[in-house]
């Protein structure tokens, strides 16, 4: 099953962001085969200020687990994470099926 996992960064943090980004790269590559989409949320600055990654994995339970080991997660960079089931319906401009 697909998950959306939102993540909101606390406020001023872009430099903590910046420091542990090499091993939040390092764990998301241990585990691309589970993720369909990643990237950072931008600001009206359009620098980082959150992240998003649609995984898929067996429930709610692994999505939640796979966020809270994220380096940035452990950092306590974020202020918010939101993890909701997400159905994708369409996908480089192609509507799949609904």
Known sequence: MLFAIMC?????CLE????VRPEHLAYLKTY???I??????????????????????EDR????GFAESD?????GLFESVVIR?????????????L
Do not use: H, W
């Not at 903590?16 to 420091?19: C, I, P, Y």
């Not at 339970?61 to 939640?64: I, S, T, V, Y």
């Not at 380096?71 to 950092?75: D, I, L, N, T």
């Not at 089931?85 to 480089?92: D, I, S, T």
């Open 8 to 12: 909101t960064d606390k406020p001023d």
């Open 16 to 19: 903590l962001r910046t420091a």
């Open 32 to 34: 691309e085969q589970y």
């Open 36 to 57: 369909k989409i990643v990237g950072p949320l931008l600001g009206g600055n359009e620098k980082s200020c959150g992240s998003l990654i649609i995984v898929e994995v």
């Open 61 to 64: 339970a692994a999505a939640a």
């Open 71 to 75: 380096p940035y997660a452990k950092a």
């Open 85 to 97: 089931p997400f159905k994708m319906v369409g996908f480089e401009g192609k509507i799949l099926g």
